[in-house]
């Protein structure tokens, strides 16, 4: 599952069964987040793949629901800059599946910011403290957000609910460029999931795929 030092195949990684992820209650002291969060991890080799097969590929890490259980399973993952090609992170929001179809992404988009290599670990880490600290500022409206590793850049992307609402994505996008400091030519781009449903129809190519 992309734990430091661990050296399990990703085979063997397939073919277990998906077991439920319990959440631990706030313990005394502990400071409860907003919502519950569940952590996951992917990879796969390049090709061509499904909407079954990469479902199959989705493994849940974590949950957690205070900033103590977060920091506590965070320290013991390998950073994105560590992690091989076509790896991805996934964060959503428990009871949210990192998938385009999901009721409460198939309405909604993602911002997608392309990096070059070896800003990863920094720019997903506050993307993701900014996500469980709600600096954000939309209500409901974020969903998870995504780290893809890739074999000349990575993919960062933050999701959310309501592509429709040009007035959201606009303070998602200013919020964005503010907690990861990018410079100002950065390219950004939103993508609807309904368009990414269309344009992969047929079938998905991993080396292109973005969720």
Known sequence: MSLKN???SEEETENKEEKPVKVKKPGPGEH???FIYT????RRTP????????????KKVFSFTTVEQFW???????RPGDMPDHSDYHLFKDGIKP????SANKEGGKWIVRL??????????????AMLGEQFMVGEEICGAVISVR???????????????QMTTSRIRDTLKRVLNLPPNTIMEYKKHTDSLRDNSSYRNTDMFMR
Do not use: M
């Open 6 to 8: 661990d050296n399990s």
């Open 32 to 34: 409860p987040l907003q």
């Open 39 to 42: 952590f996951w991890f992917s």
């Open 47 to 58: 090709g061509k793949t499904t909407a079954q097969t990469y479902d199959q590929h989705l």
């Open 72 to 78: 506590a399973y965070y320290t013991h993952l390998a």
């Open 99 to 102: 998938l385009w179809e999901d």
């Open 116 to 129: 070059k290599k070896g800003l990863a670990s920094r720019c997903w880490e506050n993307l993701i403290l």
């Open 151 to 165: 074999h000349q850049e990575d993919i960062l992307s933050l999701w959310n609910k309501t592509a429709g609402d």
